[in-house]
Protein backbone atom coordinates (compact mmCIF):
# COMPACT_ATOMS: atom_id res chain seq x y z
CA UNK A 1 0.00 0.00 0.00
CA UNK A 2 2.64 2.33 0.70
CA UNK A 3 4.24 2.56 -2.63
CA UNK A 4 1.04 2.84 -4.35
CA UNK A 5 -0.16 6.35 -5.79
CA UNK A 6 -3.90 5.53 -5.66
CA UNK A 7 -6.29 2.86 -5.54
CA UNK A 8 -8.78 1.53 -7.75
CA UNK A 9 -12.41 -0.24 -7.27
CA UNK A 10 -13.77 -1.33 -10.60
CA UNK A 11 -17.14 -2.60 -10.68
CA UNK A 12 -18.87 -3.79 -14.30
CA UNK A 13 -22.06 -1.50 -14.50
CA UNK A 14 -22.94 -2.75 -17.80
CA UNK A 15 -27.11 -3.58 -17.70
CA UNK A 16 -25.93 -7.36 -18.78
CA UNK A 17 -27.81 -10.14 -16.94
CA UNK A 18 -25.72 -12.33 -14.50
CA UNK A 19 -27.11 -15.81 -14.82
CA UNK A 20 -30.47 -14.67 -15.59
CA UNK A 21 -30.77 -12.32 -13.22
CA UNK A 22 -30.61 -8.50 -11.89
CA UNK A 23 -28.53 -6.40 -14.14
CA UNK A 24 -24.56 -5.89 -13.35
CA UNK A 25 -25.13 -2.47 -12.34
CA UNK A 26 -28.00 -3.37 -9.96
CA UNK A 27 -25.06 -5.42 -8.16
CA UNK A 28 -22.50 -3.11 -8.14
CA UNK A 29 -24.97 -0.68 -6.86
CA UNK A 30 -25.53 -2.69 -3.77
CA UNK A 31 -21.53 -3.75 -3.22
CA UNK A 32 -19.99 -2.12 -0.23
CA UNK A 33 -16.36 -3.15 -0.39
CA UNK A 34 -14.35 -3.58 2.45
CA UNK A 35 -11.43 -2.31 0.51
CA UNK A 36 -12.35 0.95 0.70
CA UNK A 37 -11.67 1.03 4.38
CA UNK A 38 -8.50 -0.01 4.17
CA UNK A 39 -7.44 2.12 0.88
CA UNK A 40 -9.02 5.11 2.88
CA UNK A 41 -6.85 4.93 5.80
CA UNK A 42 -3.81 5.16 3.48
CA UNK A 43 -4.96 8.95 2.16
CA UNK A 44 -4.09 8.22 -1.18
CA UNK A 45 -6.54 8.54 -3.74
CA UNK A 46 -9.14 5.72 -4.53
CA UNK A 47 -11.33 5.76 -7.92
CA UNK A 48 -13.86 3.39 -7.68
CA UNK A 49 -17.18 2.94 -10.10
CA UNK A 50 -20.78 3.86 -8.71
CA UNK A 51 -21.65 2.31 -5.55
CA UNK A 52 -24.44 3.64 -3.27
CA UNK A 53 -22.57 2.91 -0.20
CA UNK A 54 -19.66 4.60 -1.46
CA UNK A 55 -21.13 7.98 -2.81
CA UNK A 56 -23.60 7.89 -0.09
CA UNK A 57 -20.40 8.93 2.15
CA UNK A 58 -20.18 12.84 2.56
CA UNK A 59 -17.19 14.77 2.49
CA UNK A 60 -14.13 16.19 1.24
CA UNK A 61 -12.27 12.65 1.04
CA UNK A 62 -9.64 11.44 -1.67
CA UNK A 63 -11.80 9.48 -3.78
CA UNK A 64 -13.16 9.73 -7.52
CA UNK A 65 -16.20 8.03 -8.80
CA UNK A 66 -15.97 7.03 -12.70
CA UNK A 67 -18.36 6.10 -14.96
CA UNK A 68 -16.45 6.31 -18.24
CA UNK A 69 -13.40 5.79 -19.66
CA UNK A 70 -13.18 9.90 -20.21
CA UNK A 71 -13.61 10.20 -16.37
CA UNK A 72 -11.46 7.23 -15.58
CA UNK A 73 -8.53 9.61 -17.32
CA UNK A 74 -9.65 12.67 -15.90
CA UNK A 75 -9.72 11.02 -11.86
CA UNK A 76 -6.19 9.78 -12.59
CA UNK A 77 -4.98 13.05 -13.71
CA UNK A 78 -6.38 15.17 -11.05
CA UNK A 79 -5.38 12.30 -8.28
CA UNK A 80 -1.58 12.32 -9.80
CA UNK A 81 -1.57 15.96 -10.24
CA UNK A 82 -4.13 17.43 -7.52
CA UNK A 83 -5.53 20.97 -8.60
CA UNK A 84 -5.76 22.57 -5.09
CA UNK A 85 -2.71 21.61 -3.11
CA UNK A 86 -4.79 22.34 0.21
CA UNK A 87 -7.78 20.76 -0.76
CA UNK A 88 -6.48 17.51 -1.78
CA UNK A 89 -4.17 17.80 1.96
CA UNK A 90 -8.03 18.56 3.85
CA UNK A 91 -8.77 15.22 1.87
CA UNK A 92 -6.20 12.85 2.76
CA UNK A 93 -6.88 14.09 6.61
CA UNK A 94 -10.25 13.52 6.12
CA UNK A 95 -10.13 10.23 4.31
CA UNK A 96 -7.75 8.43 6.96
CA UNK A 97 -10.36 10.26 10.02
CA UNK A 98 -13.35 8.52 8.76
CA UNK A 99 -11.16 5.27 8.34
CA UNK A 100 -10.24 6.05 12.00
CA UNK A 101 -13.72 6.21 12.71
CA UNK A 102 -15.03 3.23 11.06
CA UNK A 103 -12.93 0.51 12.73
CA UNK A 104 -14.95 -2.87 13.56
CA UNK A 105 -15.29 -2.30 17.53
CA UNK A 106 -16.47 1.04 16.69
CA UNK A 107 -18.78 -0.39 14.98
CA UNK A 108 -19.84 -3.12 17.01
CA UNK A 109 -20.29 -0.36 19.39
CA UNK A 110 -23.05 1.91 17.25
CA UNK A 111 -24.79 -1.81 17.00
CA UNK A 112 -24.71 -2.22 20.47
CA UNK A 113 -25.87 1.20 21.26
CA UNK A 114 -29.14 0.63 18.56
CA UNK A 115 -29.71 -2.72 20.67
CA UNK A 116 -30.09 -0.99 23.89
CA UNK A 117 -32.28 1.09 22.78
CA UNK A 118 -34.48 -0.70 21.06
CA UNK A 119 -34.51 -2.91 24.38
CA UNK A 120 -35.07 -0.29 27.14
CA UNK A 121 -37.84 1.29 24.70
CA UNK A 122 -39.16 -2.19 24.38
CA UNK A 123 -43.51 -1.95 25.89
CA UNK A 124 -43.53 -4.09 29.22
CA UNK A 125 -45.85 -7.21 28.41
CA UNK A 126 -49.31 -6.36 30.12
CA UNK A 127 -48.86 -9.96 31.70
CA UNK A 128 -45.76 -11.03 32.90
CA UNK A 129 -45.53 -15.04 32.97
CA UNK A 130 -42.37 -16.34 34.70
CA UNK A 131 -40.69 -18.79 32.62
CA UNK A 132 -40.32 -22.46 34.53
CA UNK A 133 -37.94 -25.59 33.71
CA UNK A 134 -41.55 -27.22 32.60
CA UNK A 135 -41.56 -24.27 29.90
CA UNK A 136 -37.40 -24.06 28.63
CA UNK A 137 -37.01 -25.15 25.38
CA UNK A 138 -34.25 -28.07 24.91
Not at 88 to 109: C, F, G, P, V, Y
Amino acid sequence: CEEADMFFIPFDISEREVYGKSPVSQITQNTNPIKFLEYLATGKPILHTPMRALLEIEGNLQTRCITSGASFSRAVDSALFPPDKLLSDEATANSIALARETTWTIQAKKVDQIIQTLISSRVQPILSVPLTSEMAIV
